[in-house]
């Protein structure tokens, strides 16, 4: 069945440090491929996502490329906030057909001022 | 839109006692999920509908928990009778059709449910 392994955490930064999650994944098919982000007492919210290989997801600075032949979806920032502090989930979906979303475990980053 | 609308955001309840939790999707969504959420276990899927059909619910935990989606703006998720290791947040999401969307899903803020 379809997997996702992302790095735990915490991952501890400080300010306008450069950050990366790592993310891999077993799939069957072609997924897509998804970032959410989750802030303290709020839901997942969609960060960024990918549906084909060599595809780039960009938004708020961060960014993640869909690598097929390394089954990777790794998120970086070049420079971090203190309002980054979150949860961030890597996920995917649609692979062989089926509609069910696989999510990781979730890593916690924490950025200090 | 108002994005994915749960109710309540809070419930604190007895154990033994009935728990109903409500859903509505974004507008025009078809596809609807129930999540939980805990520290231990981090984010479990416990049942899908597509166009208000229960897809897959082999997440649910047993048979105090059953899920309903009598129309497309409209979901409940019941635990009856509630226990203390249902304690959890219980998030809805939901996803527009998949000719229109890569598999996306829009979460909506949660339901922390409390069994003392």
């Known amino acids: 069945g379809n997997s996702v392994t992302q790095m735990e955490g915490p991952v501890t930064l400080s300010e306008e440090a450069f950050l990366t999650i790592n993310c891999t994944y077993t799939?069957?098919?072609?997924?897509?491929l998804f970032w959410y982000v989750q802030y303290p007492g709020e839901g997942l919210q969609l960060l960024l996502k990918a549906t084909k290989a060599d595809d780039k997801g960009s938004n708020k600075g961060f960014e993640a490329t869909y690598r097929k032949e390394t089954t990777s979806f790794h998120l970086e920032k070049g420079s971090v906030q203190v309002s980054d502090s979150a949860v961030y989930f890597c996920?995917?979906?649609?692979?062989?057909?089926?509609?069910?979303?696989?999510f990781g475990r979730g890593t916690s980053l924490i950025v200090h001022p | 839109d108002a994005g994915v609308i749960q109710s309540p955001r809070h419930e604190v309840t007895e154990m033994g006692q009935e728990v109903t939790l409500r859903c509505k999707p974004i507008?025009?969504?078809?596809?609807l999920f129930w999540y939980r959420q805990t520290m231990m276990r981090g984010l479990e899927l416990l049942i899908y509908?597509?166009?208000?059909?229960?897809?897959?619910d082999s997440g649910m935990p047993e048979d105090r928990f059953s899920a309903k989606m009598p129309n497309a703006s409209f979901s409940t998720l019941k635990i009856q009778p509630s226990e203390p290791r249902d304690s959890a947040v219980y998030f809805c999401?939901?996803?527009?059709?998949?000719?229109?969307?890569?598999?996306?899903?829009?979460f909506g803020p949660g339901t922390r449910l409390t069994v003392t």
């Open positions: 999401a939901s996803s527009p059709p998949t000719g229109t969307s890569s598999y996306e899903q829009y």
């Open positions: 509908f597509n166009n208000n059909v229960p897809i897959d």
């Open positions: 996920a995917l979906s649609g692979g062989g057909g089926s509609y069910i979303p696989t």
């Open positions: 799939a069957t098919g072609y997924p897509s």
């Open positions: 507008s025009g969504h078809n596809s």
